[in-house]
């Protein structure tokens, strides 16, 4: 139960919500709440239940509005423990939400992987320019993981994920985390089992272990070329399994 000085607070800063755009309005009510109350980075947020409650929505709208923060890389949930804040936000933070046009699968892929193309080569090189000795152990053992997967299942989908935010996260540049994870969250259940195909991108395999070894190396130009590679093989399965 929450206590009577926390549940006083949660009333002077939430309020029940009108019906419509009840997304944006719990996106809008929860960054003000986080800034009057002057929550900081490692404060935990309300229970699901207790936002639920005080803002008179249901279960979904409020894990949608947290996965959003969530891919904006300032918030983070722990299993078994709640939500968690990881960067100090208000109602004046910017948030760039993705709109694609869903009428063909292929086409919105291959747009998205146009302008990843250019992001994710950046990303890599700014990752080869920047890397510490911890984030190369953070990429190493993340590539590692990736390898062990495929090489007993054929296919490795989450580990592949893993890897790649470990290299955005080594640009210590966290708009590359925060646009690819978007990019990659607008089309969530595709990835999981490309047209269900758990061959897919399976060719690009052995590019990430030389990725990696760019990254090592300090090669920028490298990164970038090794990076293509894994793009173009992606683009080729999108454009041949879409047939």
């Not at 960054?31 to 207790?50: H, K, M, N, T, W």
């Not at 590692?144 to 090489?151: A, C, I, K």
């Not at 054929?154 to 966290?174: C, M, S």
Request: aromatic content about 6%.
């Amino acid at each position: 139960m929450m206590s009577d000085q926390f549940e006083t607070m949660m009333k002077s800063t939430l309020t029940p919500l009108p019906p419509a755009d009840r997304g944006r309005q719990v996106t809008d009510s929860l960054a003000d709440y986080i800034q009057q109350s002057a929550l900081v980075a490692g404060d935990r947020l309300p229970a699901e239940r207790e936002l639920m409650a005080a803002l008179g929505v249901g279960r979904s709208t409020i894990r949608e509005v947290i996965r959003q923060f969530q891919a904006l890389g300032v918030m983070e949930t722990r299993k078994g423990s709640g939500t968690y804040l990881l960067k100090p936000i208000t109602s004046a933070t910017i948030h760039m939400p993705l709109s694609v046009n869903m009428g063909s699968l292929r086409d919105a892929l291959l747009q998205t992987l146009e302008v990843r193309r250019g992001i994710e080569c950046e990303a890599c090189m700014a990752a080869a320019r920047r890397r510490t000795k911890e984030d190369l152990r953070h990429i190493s053992e993340a590539l590692d993981e990736m390898e062990r997967v495929h090489l007993e299942k054929g296919t490795a989908g989450k580990e592949d994920l893993v890897f790649h935010l470990a290299i955005y996260d080594a640009t210590h540049n966290p708009l590359f985390r925060q646009l690819l994870e978007q990019m990659r969250e607008a089309f969530e259940s595709f990835w999981d089992t490309p047209f269900d195909r758990p061959d897919f991108a399976r060719r690009s395999f052995p590019y990430h272990r030389t990725l990696f070894n760019a990254i090592v190396a300090q090669d920028t130009e490298a990164a970038r070329r090794e990076t293509i590679k894994i793009l173009d093989i992606v683009e080729e399965d999108i454009k041949e399994m879409s047939k």
